[in-house]
C-alpha cells in the first residue's frame, strides 16, 4: 500500500537536501528554491514536472517501480534510502536481477567527465543515466514517460526494433553494431540466466527477424571496447572510442567516448559542449 503523505515528504527533504552542483547543475545566481528545484528533479528521473509535482503533492496516479527507480537515481539515494522509497511507493525493494540502483558516487563520477560523452547502463542495454555532453552527442537515450516501446529507453531493444535509432550510425557499420550488441547479450545471457533476461531475448527473437539469426550463431563476447562513428545533424561524422568499464557485481556498466587521435573529432566534441542540447529540443 502506497503511503502518499510519507512519499511526498520524503521526495520532498531528499530534493531539497541536493544543491545544484551535486548533480551538475550550474546554480547561477540567487535561486528562491531550497535545494534542487522539481523541474531539475523530474527531467533526470525519466518524468514530467507536473507528474513529479503531483507526488510531492500527495496526488496523481501510484508510481511504478521503474519511476522510483529513476527518482533514486535522480536524488541520488544510497540503497538504504532507496529501499525506503521504494516501501513508501507500495513496492518491494528490488533484490534480485540487474542492479538498476547507481550510487551516488557514480553518478558523481560521470556528471564531472564534462568534455566526455558518458553513459551508465544495465547489462541488458537500459540507459539509466546520460552525462550532459552524451545527450548532446547521442541525444537523449534514457526512457521517457509516452515512450510506445515495451522497453523505453534499452539501446538494444531499440537497435532491433526501432529502424530510426540507427540513423546515427553510417549505414556500412549497422552490421557490426548489431553483431557486437548480440554477442554481448548472449554474454549477459550466460552469465544471469534469469527470467528477465529470458524474456526479454524471446521478445526480440519475435520482433526481429535480424536479431533471431544472429542469436542462433552462438557468438558470445563481452563489449569492453569498441569503435563507434556518430553522424551528428550538427557537427557531422564524429570518431569516437568507446571505453566499457564493467562492475559486474552489481550489472552496471560505464560507457564512455573518447576521440580518436588524428581526427577532428575532439574539436567537435568541444563545439557541442558549447552548443548544448538544443539541437534535440525537437526530439523530446
Not at 544495465?122 to 541525444?139: H, P
Not at 537523449?140 to 535509432?165: Q, V
Amino acid at each position: 500500500m502506497i503511503d502518499r503523505v510519507g512519499l511526498a515528504d520524503f521526495l520532498r527533504r531528499r530534493r531539497e537536501a541536493l544543491r545544484p552542483e551535486d548533480v551538475g547543475v550550474l546554480g547561477g545566481g540567487r535561486r528562491r528554491a531550497v535545494g534542487l528545484r522539481r523541474d531539475e528533479v523530474a527531467p533526470q528521473a525519466g518524468i514530467s514536472s507536473d507528474y513529479y509535482a503531483r507526488l510531492e503533492q500527495a496526488r496523481g496516479a501510484n508510481p511504478s517501480e521503474a519511476v522510483i527507480a529513476g527518482l533514486a537515481r535522480a536524488l541520488r539515494l544510497d540503497v538504504d534510502q532507496r529501499d525506503h522509497l521504494f516501501r513508501l511507493a507500495g513496492h518491494v525493494p528490488p533484490v534480485t536481477g540487474p542492479a538498476r540502483h547507481v550510487r551516488p558516487g557514480l553518478l558523481q563520477l560521470v556528471e564531472h567527465l564534462h568534455d566526455v560523452p558518458t553513459m551508465i547502463c544495465s547489462d541488458l542495454g537500459e540507459v539509466l543515466f546520460q552525462n550532459t555532453l552524451a545527450t548532446t552527442t547521442l541525444g537523449p537515450l534514457t526512457g521517457r514517460p509516452g515512450s510506445s516501446s515495451r522497453h523505453p529507453g534499452n539501446l538494444i531493444w531499440a537497435w532491433f526494433t526501432e529502424p530510426a535509432t540507427r540513423t546515427m550510425f553510417p549505414k556500412e557499420d549497422w552490421p557490426l553494431h548489431s553483431a557486437a550488441h548480440v554477442r554481448d547479450l548472449r554474454a549477459t545471457s550466460s552469465r544471469r540466466n534469469d527470467g528477465e533476461v529470458a524474456a526479454f531475448i524471446t521478445g526480440l527473437i519475435a520482433t526481429s527477424s535480424e536479431f533471431s539469426r544472429l542469436w542462433h550463431q552462438h557468438d558470445v563476447k563481452v563489449r569492453r571496447f569498441d569503435q563507434k562513428r556518430v553522424v551528428h545533424p550538427e557537427v557531422g561524422l564524429i570518431d569516437l572510442n568507446c571505453e566499457v568499464i564493467l562492475t559486474p557485481d552489481s550489472g552496471i556498466s560505464v560507457v564512455a567516448f573518447f576521440p580518436i587521435q588524428g581526427t577532428d573529432a575532439r574539436d567537435k566534441l568541444e563545439l557541442l559542449r558549447v552548443i548544448g542540447v538544443q539541437p534535440f529540443s525537437s526530439r523530446v
